[in-house]
């Protein structure tokens, strides 16, 4: 298999380091994700990765809590996953380096983009947490950021379900499953592929995504090669 792409951004969602679980980290799951990062890094493919945090907490669903507030405890939580990470990729032999958009020296390096990018010219590993470091945002408008920024060539969003549907595939047997979509249609139709915000940013910057099921953790490798799994927004 060949790699399609040069640069790619993996976001993984908070609620898919759970595993099973359902909250917190499950480090055997975290493992069978880092793997085939491993494989991409020995192809040569340059990958970064955003995590979410929603396994721990979400600032929208905090209820009475000061919106703010809540969404400070959000991007910490961020920061538990992408230092779960890069200690399961490290267990592979690779360098890794956490970047965190809010300060906190003493445990990751502060993010600079230039210092990303040479990471990644140099085959590391670069981590983003907390987000956009800002509140009112989310971990998919941090990766759709992070991947203007740093000029990826392409989004990876691993998910629980296996692509874009026109209804939720849980609840409707008939659900139809999106091979390509624009981003124009991901807004027009409110598709639930990721928030408005990070819609936006892809559609304005041409940054694709490739939306697919991380229930065989091998399809990240499946989606750099350009193999037709998930659905494509471009
Ligand atoms: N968050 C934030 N700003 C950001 C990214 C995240 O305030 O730029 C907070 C927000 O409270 C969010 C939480 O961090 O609910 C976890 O992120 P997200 O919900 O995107 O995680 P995921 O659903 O991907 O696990």
């Known amino acids: 298999m060949k790699p399609k792409y040069k640069r790619v951004l993996l976001k993984l969602s908070g609620e898919s380091l759970a595993g099973n679980e359902k909250h917190g980290i499950d480090f055997d799951t975290v493992l069978k994700f880092c793997e085939p990062v491993k494989k991409l890094v020995d192809m040569g493919v340059e990958v ?3 995590v979410g945090g929603g396994n721990f907490w979400r600032g929208r669903s ?3 809590m000061d919106r703010t507030r809540a969404d400070h405890m959000g991007m910490l939580a961020t920061v538990i996953n992408a230092l779960g990470v890069a200690d399961a990729l490290e267990q592979f032999d690779l360098q890794v380096r956490v970047q965190t958009a809010i300060s906190m020296q003493q445990v990751a390096e502060p993010y600079i983009r230039n210092r990303a ?7 590391r590993v670069v981590v983003f947490g907390c987000g956009t470091g800002n509140p009112f945002f989310s971990t998919d408008t941090a990766a759709a950021l992070r991947a203007a920024e740093i000029e990826a060539d392409i989004i990876l969003k691993a998910t629980m379900v296996d692509g874009v549907y026109d209804s939720d595939p849980k609840k409707n047997p008939d659900a139809k499953k999106f091979k390509t979509l624009t981003f124009q249609e991901v807004l027009n139709q409110n598709l639930g592929v990721m928030d408005s915000t990070a819609a936006a940013i892809c559609k304005d ?11 065989n953790p091998q399809n990240i ?4 090669c350009g193999e037709d799994i998930g659905t494509l927004v471009e």
Request: glycine share 8%.
């Open 48 to 50: 970064a990765i955003v």
């Open 62 to 64: 905090s209820g009475q």
């Open 117 to 123: 990018v040479r990471h990644l010219e140099k085959g």
């Open 205 to 215: 910057n041409n940054i694709p995504i490739i939306v697919f099921s991380l229930d």
């Open 221 to 224: 490798v499946s989606a750099v």
